[in-house]
């Protein structure tokens, strides 16, 4: 937290004109607008740190940069002048480096070998040219990496150095990292924060992507909150110099949770009511997924039936794992109580028939079987059991007779039961998710992002699906990234930091900025 | 069994399994360079068997032996641009079109083989040798080594310039990444369906070249089906020797002189079975993939295929 009072552009001599500007850039894909009028600047000598949560239009934001996308409206200036990034090839020649969140090296090559890539084959490689001017780049920015190890073999840190400095000597203006915190462990974020320091001094202009308030703070100048495709606020270099860290970050907060130009008043609140017992426990549950994304540690909550407990957060920060934990799909440590009984080590199955039931947002992959009908999904979790299944012989009858009641019950619209379902849309293989997880004795429904990538009459059909559980008794867990959803549908919610559930509030009009402050990395006192 | 150890004998061993190694080796280079691009060429045995047809045919029509090299080099890349338009460029999976590949030129040769051939017979004089001067002198090694086909040759160097380039050119780079993460290579500049459909024609022009070797130098004739399985040998070959163009020659030509002793036990008159002796270049096979399978190591995006934008 002491680098901000270090090395800041002094304001009085800082440039006048931008690098590269943003005037009234908006792009729309089908059904969305992604950038709606955006106006931003971009200086030399400056980290320009770019908040906001998923879908807030970063992505398509960078994507126009790199060349990748063209606005639909408004213009990019290059010094000042009109341009037209037409390719990814353009923006680099324009000086605009991009390093995107997945890594973009060849994990089988040495450093060298990535670093030179991009010549035709009949080109002789220059290596002694390329050792010297790694070598200059690493005294230059600070880092310390031997140029003949495999890429495979270095952390996703020093890998991410690598990456940065071949953007710098493609780019070499304009930096933009995409998210490149998401990956690091804190030691990894303070050493990029010093080669971003370094690399701002020697005139580099960077535009820092995090989903971190608290990175944003440390390390940039100037400071833009994108929300819902706009920019929601700005703070300049003269601004963030003037305040304290602080202060920014409350004004931060402020523009990134505010009531803002939306306002609280679109969200209805589920009304007060007194909740029966405790249905559902976690104890100091601890696990990871097999994938090696984030993890989650010592979670602990209850749930009341007839209760929705909502739990927020930015993606990737262990949310899916500890579901999955929850449906008993991963091994976990810790312990989860349905109607204060320990489930121990029992499977999906047992789970699911005890009444524990997992909505996963995976609808998909691991939800259900592409290839096989609506009526057998329906009872995917139950295969091979009785009623459905005795003595190892499937009765279509009763398992056709419970498909059509669902299907009537939770309207699915397809051509019939027996209509493979891969071939609906993916609200109405929500339904058919929701019909499986909800029907027979559910007692605990956890959602995972129940309403990612639905249409618009999809989200409410599901969201109201949830509210009529929970009124009829089912302790609900709803995990969403999106916060309005969360507001307007639970009870009390928590919120889920790198694994970690930092804190719990009832739902209520200081919600939003309790919660918002949270995700944004702020410990609840 | 004491004739067996005259230098004649062990010369003419030595002499028979440079001659059988090298369409293992032409195809293994070939495979080696279209593996590392990501393109599995299962339809190699096929290329090699339509490369010994064409050339062995386009030698007997009047085209001399270079005209038929260069047809088994046509008849290859011909095969291999199936490969291309099906698997690099509409991304069909490779595995399906090189067994389709494989089986139709084995039934479209034999069928040709009895149209043109099967009456007749036609055999190809035997092949103009050039002894190397001085070496080829040398007792054993000399006549073993020293005393080939110019093409023969010219497949013991390969190696070496593909080593060479390789290692001092982009070429062996851009193919690797290629192979283990094309949306680098693309997002480098370079042509990821260009470097893999270099990679995929080489194959079928070594491939090509091989069989064209086999049919008019190793054999002098053609028989359907004469291959025998060393495409597959040589797809083997190729996976085991990793980036490494001289362990394909030195795997070549270990399975070389397996199959020359093969065929040497026989004319020598020991007694064993026939069909024992003939097993036994395919029983090393064998003990060499059980001794080093697991060392081979394959490209990340071996056989799949590549689209922009995809992930």
Redesign the interface.
């Known amino acids: 937290m002491t680098y901000e009072t270090e090395i800041r552009a002094d304001p009085a001599t800082g440039p006048a004109q931008p690098l590269v500007a943003l005037e009234g850039v908006t792009k729309r894909f089908p059904g969305v607008v992604a950038n709606d009028a955006v106006t931003l600047e971009f200086h030399p000598g400056e980290v320009h740190a770019l908040l906001g949560e998923n879908g807030a239009g970063k992505s398509t934001l960078i994507s126009m940069l790199a060349g990748v996308q063209q606005p639909d409206e408004g213009r990019i200036l290059i010094e000042g002048v009109p341009t037209k990034i037409t390719s990814?090839?353009h923006a680099l020649s324009l000086g605009i480096g991009t390093v995107y969140q997945?890594r973009?090296?060849?994990?089988?090559?040495t450093v060298a070998?990535?670093l030179?890539?991009?010549?035709?084959?009949?080109?002789?490689?220059d290596r002694a040219a390329i050792r010297e001017k790694f070598a200059e780049s690493c005294r230059a920015f600070g880092i310390d990496i031997d140029i003949d190890r495999v890429v495979g073999e270095l952390s996703l840190g020093e890998q991410q150095q690598v990456e940065i400095i071949r953007a710098l000597w493609r780019g070499g203006k304009l930096l933009v990292l995409d998210e490149p915190t998401a990956m690091l462990s804190p030691a990894g974020v303070r050493e990029l924060g010093r080669m971003m320091g370094r690399m701002r001094d020697a005139g580099v202009s960077i535009i820092f992507i995090t989903h971190h308030l608290s990175e944003a703070v440390e390390f940039g100048n100037r400071v833009s909150v994108l929300r819902s495709g706009r920019v929601a606020g700005a703070m300049s270099a003269d601004e963030v110099a003037a305040l304290t860290p602080e202060a920014t970050r409350a004004r931060i907060v402020d523009l990134m949770f505010g009531a803002g130009v939306e306002g609280d008043t679109k969200i209805e609140r589920r009304a007060r009511r007194d909740h029966g017992e405790r249905a559902f426990e976690v104890v100091g549950l601890s696990g990871k997924s097999q994938k090696g994304d984030t993890g989650f540690s010592d979670v602990t909550f209850h749930v009341q039936e007839g209760e929705i407990f909502g739990v927020a957060g930015v993606d990737g920060n262990g949310q899916t794992p500890l579901a999955e934990a929850i449906a008993g799909q991963i091994p976990c440590q810790g312990d989860v109580l349905l109607e204060g009984r320990a489930l121990g080590r029992a499977d999906v199955a047992k789970r699911y028939r005890l009444g524990l039931r997992y909505a996963t947002d995976d609808r998909l992959g691991e939800g259900t079987v592409a290839s096989l009908p609506i009526s057998l999904n329906m009872v995917l979790k139950q295969i091979g059991r009785p009623p459905y299944w005795r003595g190892g012989v499937q009765r279509d009858a009763l398992i056709d007779a419970h498909a059509e009641s669902l299907f009537e019950e939770f309207d699915v619209r397809a051509p019939s039961i027996h209509t493979p379902i891969g071939k609906l849309s993916g609200g109405n293989i929500q339904k058919v998710l929701l019909a499986r997880e909800l029907s027979g004795a559910a007692k605990v429904v956890v959602y995972n992002k129940p309403t990612h990538g639905l249409d618009l009459k999809n989200i409410e059909t599901t969201r109201r699906r949830i509210r009529d559980g929970a009124d009829n008794g089912i302790a609900t867990v709803l995990i969403s990234t999106d916060l309005e959803e969360i507001l307007s549908l639970s009870d009390r919610i928590g919120v889920m930091v790198r694994g970690r559930m930092v804190g719990v509030v009832p739902n209520g009009p200081d919600a939003r900025k309790r919660v918002g402050a949270m995700m944004a990395g702020e410990s609840e006192e | 069994m004491s004739g067996l150890l005259t230098e004649t004998f062990l010369a003419a061993l030595l002499s028979g399994a440079v001659v059988a190694a090298v369409p293992l080796i032409l195809a293994g280079l070939g495979e080696q360079m279209s593996e590392r691009a990501g393109v599995l060429n299962i339809g190699l045995e096929g290329m090699i068997l339509g490369g010994a047809y064409a050339g062995f045919a386009a030698a007997v029509g009047g085209w001399g032996i270079w005209g038929g090299f260069a047809a088994g080099i046509l008849a290859g890349m011909a095969l291999a641009m199936i490969m291309v338009v099906f698997c690099v460029r509409l991304g069909i999976n490779q595995i399906i079109v090189g067994i389709a590949i494989t089986l139709g030129v084995t039934g479209v040769t034999a069928l040709l083989h009895n149209v043109y051939f099967a009456r007749t017979y036609p055999r190809l004089p035997a092949p103009e040798k050039w002894a190397i001067p001085g070496l080829s002198q040398i007792p054993l090694i000399g006549p073993g080594l020293f005393d080939h086909h110019l093409m023969t040759y010219a497949a013991l160097l390969a190696p070496f310039v593909l080593m060479w380039l390789y290692k001092?050119?982009?070429?062996g780079?851009?193919?690797?990444?290629a192979g283990?993460?094309p949306?680098?290579?693309d997002?480098?500049?370079?042509d990821v369906t260009r470097?893999r459909t270099?990679g995929a024609l080489f194959a079928g022009a070594m491939a090509g070249l091989g069989g064209a070797y086999l049919s008019e130098i190793g054999s002098g004739i053609f028989v359907p089906a004469m291959s025998h399985g060393s495409g597959f040998i040589a797809i083997v070959l190729a996976m085991l020797a990793r980036h490494r163009p001289v362990w394909v020659m030195g795997g070549a030509l270990l399975f070389g002189l397996c199959l020359s002793a093969a065929t040497a036990l026989q004319v020598g008159g020991v007694e064993i079975p026939t069909d024992f002796i003939q097993m036994l270049p395919f029983a090393m096979v064998m003990a060499v993939l059980i001794a080093f399978g697991r060392k081979a190591r394959l490209?990340?995006a071996l056989g799949t295929p590549y689209r922009r934008g995809q992930?």
Not at chain 2, 173 to 177: G, K
Not at chain 2, 187 to 190: D, L, S, T
């Open positions: 990814p090839k997945h973009m090296l060849v994990p089988t090559l070998e990535n030179q890539m991009g010549a035709p084959w009949y080109r002789r490689p | 001092g050119s982009f070429l780079l851009n193919l690797s990444a283990e993460k949306e680098a290579l997002a480098a500049g370079i470097t270099t490209p990340a992930r």
